[in-house]
């Protein structure tokens, strides 16, 4: 059974730093497109950012390029995002998912699981 788990939220100012996780367990993760979206109240869910599985490829929203890293361990079957610079708007729910296509794709559709999310709020 394919799961993702996030972590790694939490309440910080603005200008502050946080990095999420997301661990990944019941599928061949080095195969599969990892990406980040995230949520907040009344607002569609949002593509942040995404990475293919060889690393090779990473693809950012315009909102947070610059601010924010993702990265991968297939290793560890984990994927990280780490925000720098975080202000009042990128508060919300951040949730990881994974495909099983080589493309970074920024539509929340193509992506076949999902993580619970896990709660960002930035204070100003």
């Known amino acids: 059974q394919v799961q993702l788990v996030e972590s790694g939220g939490g309440l910080v100012q603005a200008g502050g730093s946080l990095r999420v996780s997301c661990v990944a367990s019941?599928?061949?993760?080095?195969?599969?497109?990892m990406g980040w979206f995230r949520q907040a109240p009344g607002k569609e869910r949002e593509f942040v950012a995404g990475i293919s599985w060889s690393n090779s490829v990473t693809l950012y929203a315009d909102s947070v390029k610059g601010r924010f890293t993702i990265s991968r361990d297939n290793a560890k079957n984990t994927a990280y995002l780490q925000m720098n610079s975080l202000q009042p708007e990128d508060t919300a729910t951040y949730y990881c998912?994974?495909?099983?296509?080589?493309?970074?794709?920024?539509?929340?559709?193509?992506?076949?699981?999902w993580g619970q999310g896990t709660q960002v709020t930035v204070s100003s």
């Open positions: 019941g599928w061949t993760f080095n195969t599969y497109t």
């Open positions: 998912a994974g495909r099983n296509g080589v493309v970074v794709d920024q539509r929340p559709l193509k992506y076949d699981s």
